[in-house]
């Protein structure tokens, strides 16, 4: 398997319409990149599935376009948050590794 591997840095935010939904906003400058990486003919709403990893916990998820911004959110669960100790407007170290071969 071929992997893309980032290790990155942001700030987790919470979503402020309905439901309690928390994101950290990748760096832009990896956009254009993971876009590439996708499945144009997809049904997905341009997500990537990814492996994410904070702290010592990681966890299988997508990772989804925000227009409004230009660049992918990473949703971090609940049970992530508590395992990790991470509260809004924290700075958090992640790790993302998208499998290449299965787009």
Not at 40 to 65: C, D, E, L, R, Y
Not at 77 to 82: E, L, Q
Request: hydrophobic share 35%; charged share 25%.
């Amino acid at each position: 398997m071929k992997y893309m591997k980032y290790e990155l840095t942001g700030e987790l935010w919470k979503y402020t319409g309905e439901g309690a939904w928390y994101f950290i906003t990748l760096p832009q400058e990896y956009t254009d990149e993971i876009k590439v990486l996708r499945n144009p003919n997809s049904k997905n709403f341009g997500s990537v599935k990814v492996k994410a990893t904070i702290g010592s916990t990681s966890w299988q998820t997508s990772i989804f376009p925000d227009n409004k911004v230009g660049s992918f959110l990473l949703p971090v669960k609940k049970d992530i948050r508590i395992k990790n100790n991470l509260a809004e407007g924290q700075l958090v170290a992640y790790k993302i590794e998208i499998d290449t071969e299965s787009l």
